[in-house]
């Protein structure tokens, strides 16, 4: 592969305007003719020609106001159009015919089932026609469309719709214009036979906004609580950030094919189905919170994406981060913000931090790509977000809104950089955030030290940080850390203002600036320097530091500490994050000890268990405890517990970590706690899933324990759950409850899993549910289910959400198979290099998976590598081809 590498230092600025954007599609089948005029400005002291971006275009026309040009006047290759002699100011216009039915890579216009829709970011605007494509060129859009009347009534595009009606030859036409200056990222057309579901909203200043959700007529009933959502998110957006929408109308269209979750084009947005529709049928508790926030997400884009927009895609975190900060704290103020924060650090140290030590790892903001598209990642986006969390933390509340509010003002109406963000935040607060910025330039996950040394009268924390080298950063610098600790004694909060009475005292001589505690309790410092020592006098014995709380900086901790200080913390630290933190950390430390023989962690874990589980007996129905200590019970991943000890086999992992669950499953009667939480009729509201979370994590383990205690009690229970689940939260839980009993034989479980289908055959996300929890079955044979459910006449590789819920949650969520001989890395190197032909990013994405190799003990890390070097014999796209090579440099 050798692609262009594009770098951050060598942004030039585009040498003209495109002061208007008139586009008119003809969609018709077989080819779709697509004009375009650009009003054209020569920007001072310029003089370079005109350089269009297009790819896969069938140019048919092209003319400067009015007089089409001759072939000496311009030039054009595979990936641009290149006009010679452009004046000060001229009209462009260019015709190009392009076949949207054939198009499977699902960026620029395609067609999904019977509808056309659009997805232009980061570079599918030059695959509709050629354009500047770059998102520092923004423009005002004015878009014709004309269809078939019969199978596209519904015609849409960004803005207000300007006519609409039958055209001469019996067609329909509709014009739309969009008055916002946008760069063609944010460009998005829709033509179908779509049903819509319609409300209202009413901005604080008392403008009327027209809210349309739109689907396939037969998904629109799974369109009420996005539409809730949505609201919601309007009227937080102003109260929060002092956010307003702006268009008279905004419009969000579920498509069934899309690479991504969602897209937030200017008052189109477009997504997913599996991203929006909601129904207690086709989504589970998880679903519903994961739509909730997409819907949110992709709302305040509108200021965080469209109104300031990014100057360069270097800068992509500017909109991705911030706008992740943004939706995370929508959630947790909808919701329960204790446990919002525990679910996103779970899927951080998952999903993030495993990335940020292989090979692709890269800063938060890039210095280079080869792929824009390969930097849509866990770095971007969540990290992106920690590193906004993190300045709001060192600001404060009030000042780090002042300083959004002075970023939105400066920045309206235009493309800027991470650099604008930040000095818009040390203007308005004074800090001085000149070390801060290393966060977004340096790669690599921190690692936080921390020794403890006692005495009589005092207990010293030494606190070391540390980064290993990434790719082209092989040493590292000290990064400013927000620490946030606290004490905990006697199952108390120690410090704070009853601790300053009783004489407590904390000091710090090498942290930058110490805060004092709050009232409760959580003190917070800069860490600044390589080693800073903390120091607290006149302490109780039993005290035990809280460390981290609220996860206040995205780090790892190597902390050991005295028997019993994890349990204690587990159970009784005030700061939710941390009391879940020593759990999964104990439960962590029991799978990672178990071949070291070492009983006493295993029993520090179980009696820990042991009271999680009273304490769930006795835990209030409010939305939070319950979930809460369902979160605490789930043990951690293998993939976050590699992180831990990488060159560890991985199947070893798997195994201890299966004997942990048999002994949790076996120290307490689970089967009272499930009982203890029944399900009623379905609500998707806090109070009931927290009780469903709880319920689902006790039933694992009941269903481990009667699997081998009592296998026909175990078949009857998941039997009568299965039928009386009235929701799919409770019939997945159910099936994969079936799927995961090795007592039940294969013919058993296939005539559940074929009710299953046959029940909801005509539902495609609940289809995909069907197909992930099979492809997470970990009990042996797996690749060999997973293949015959390739033959499967739901299974179609042109979708992704079909691919995702078979062969990505195989790939990511089954160790036990996947990693079982090197036949599934080959399975997957084949999958890879077959999609890849069609749909270069799925396939990128899945390549992914692979590129860890060097995380993995020898054979497998080995055989692993083998398949990368074989997928890179292969013709690849520049997608694929970056991460595979980038994986095996
Ligand atoms: N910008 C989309 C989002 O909000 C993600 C996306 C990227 C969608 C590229 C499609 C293509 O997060
Ligand atoms: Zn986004």
């Known amino acids: ?52 971006d297009g790819v896969g275009l069938d140019l048919r026309r092209i003319a400067i106001d009015g007089v089409a040009l001759r072939g000496n006047e311009y030039s054009v290759d595979d990936r641009s159009l290149e006009i010679f002699d452009v004046g000060e100011r001229c009209r462009v216009e260019v015709t190009v015919a392009i076949r949207p039915e054939d198009n499977k890579a699902l960026e620029g216009l395609y067609k999904s089932r019977s ?67 946008k760069p063609a990222y944010l460009f998005a057309l829709v033509a179908g036979d779509l049903a819509v579901l319609e409300d209202e909203f009413v901005t604080r200043s008392g403008r009327n906004v027209a809210l349309r959700i739109y689907s396939e007529p ?39 094919d899309f690479n991504h979750g969602a897209m937030e084009n200017k008052g189109l947005n ?11 049928d086709t989504a589970t508790d998880d679903r519903f919170t994961f739509v909730e926030s997409v819907v949110a997400h992709e709302y305040f884009h509108n200021w ?65 790509y080869v792929e824009i598209s390969n930097f849509y990642t866990g770095t971007v986006y969540k990290k992106g977000a920690e590193v906004v969390r993190m300045i709001a933390t060192l600001l404060g509340r009030e000042r780090f809104r002042a300083g959004c509010d002075a970023y939105f003002d400066r920045h309206d109406g235009s493309a800027v950089t991470i650099e604008d963000f930040v000095k818009a935040m040390e203007d308005t607060s004074g800090l001085d955030l000149s070390l801060f910025r290393r966060w977004y330039a340096q790669a690599g996950t921190p690692i936080l030290s921390v020794r403890e040394r006692r005495s009589d009268e005092a207990l010293e924390l030494a606190i070391r940080q540390t980064c290993e080298p990434t790719p082209d950063q092989p040493t590292k610098q000290p990064l400013p850390i927000p620490l946030a600790l606290g004490v905990v004694s006697d199952g108390q909060e120690t410090l704070g203002a009853a601790g300053i009475e009783n004489g407590f005292d904390v000091s710090c001589e090498t942290a930058a600036e110490v805060q004092n505690p709050d009232a409760g309790g959580t003190v917070v410092l800069r860490a600044d320097q390589p080693e800073t020592i903390v120091s607290f006098r006149n302490l109780p014995a039993n005290a035990e530091v809280s460390l981290l709380r609220g996860f206040s900086a995205p780090l790892k901790v190597d902390y050991p500490r005295r028997p019993g200080a994890l349990g204690e913390l587990a159970l009784n630290d005030p700061d939710q994050f941390a009391r879940w933190d020593a759990a999964q950390t104990l439960l962590g430390n029991a799978i990672l000890d178990a071949g070291s023989g070492g009983g006493n962690v295993a029993d520090e874990a179980l009696a820990m268990v042991r009271a999680l589980a009273k304490a769930a007996l006795a835990a209030p129905d409010d939305g939070v405890a319950k979930a809460l200590i369902a979160a605490s019970l789930a043990l951690p991943n293998e993939s976050w517990l590699l992180e831990l000890v990488p060159g560890t086999d991985i199947l070893a992992i798997f195994d201890a970590r299966r004997a942990l669950t048999d002994q949790i499953a076996d120290a307490v009667d689970w089967l009272s706690l499930v009982e203890a939480n029944p399900t009623g009729a379905y609500r998707p509201d806090l109070r009931d899933m927290a009780r469903r979370r709880l319920r689902h994590q006790a039933l694992r383990y009941a269903l481990n324990h009667l699997d081998r205690t009592d296998p026909a009690r175990a078949h009857e ?69 997973v293949r015959a459910l390739e033959q499967h006449e739901a299974f179609n590789p042109t979708n992704p959400n079909k691919v995702r819920a078979l062969v990505s949650a195989f790939a990511n969520g089954n160790p036990r198979n996947f990693h079982d001989g090197d036949g599934a890395y080959r399975w997957l190197g084949e999958k890879i290099v077959e999609i890849d032909v069609f749909n270069r990013n799925l396939a990128a994405r899945l390549a992914k998976t692979l590129i860890v190799w060097r995380r993995h003990d020898a054979p497998r890390g080995l055989a692993m590598r083998g398949t990368l070097e074989w997928i890179r014999d292969h013709e690849l796209s520049p997608d694929t081809g970056e991460v595979v090579d980038k994986g095996l440099a």
Not at 339 to 350: N, Q
């Open 270 to 280: 477009i997504f997913n189905t599996s991203a929006i529709l909601a129904h207690k």
């Open 218 to 256: 037969h998904n629109i009933g799974q369109c009420d609580f996005p539409m809730a959502v949505l609201k919601r998110a309007m009227r937080w957006d102003e109260e929060r950030f002092g956010r307003e929408y702006d268009l008279d109308v905004f419009m969000i269209v579920a498509v069934e």
């Open 717 to 785: 229970l998941t039997t009568s759950l299965m039928t009386d689940a009235d929701n799919l939260t409770d019939r997945a839980a159910a099936l994969r409850g079936i799927v995961g009993l090795s007592s039940l034989n294969a013919e058993e479980k296939g005539k559940h899993l074929d009710t299953f289908y046959r029940d909801w055959s005509h539902e495609a996300l609940v289809v995909d549910v069907w197909f992930n929890v099979q492809a997470q079955n970990p009990l042996p044979g797996g690749l060999d289910r």
């Open 304 to 368: 965080s994406g469209n109104r300031v927009t990014c100057r360069d895609w270097f800068q992509l975190s500017l909109k991705e981060g911030f706008t992740v900060y943004r939706d995370q704290e929508f959630s947790a103020d909808m919701n329960s913000p204790e446990l919002k924060r525990i679910d996103d650090v779970a899927s951080l140290r998952s999903d993030q931090f495993p990335e940020d030590s292989g090979p692709l790892a890269h800063p938060v903001r890039p210095d280079s």
């Open 115 to 181: 509808m056309y829709c659009t997805q232009c970011e980061a570079e599918g605007f030059r695959h509709i026609t050629y354009y500047p494509d770059r998102p520092d060129v923004l423009s005002r859009f004015t878009t014709g469309i004309t269809a078939d009347a019969e199978r596209f009534p519904v015609l849409l595009s960004n803005g207000n719709r300007t006519a609409a009606g039958p055209t001469q030859d019996g067609r329909y036409r509709a014009t739309w214009h969009d008055p916002f200056p």
């Open 1 to 52: 592969m050798n692609e262009k590498t594009t770098h951050r230092l060598e942004y030039r600025p585009y040498s003209f305007e495109v002061s208007e954007t008139q586009l008119e599609f003809d969609l018709r089948d077989g080819e779709t003719v697509v004009q375009s005029v650009l009003s054209i400005v020569r920007k001072p002291g310029t003089t370079d020609s005109l350089v269009l």
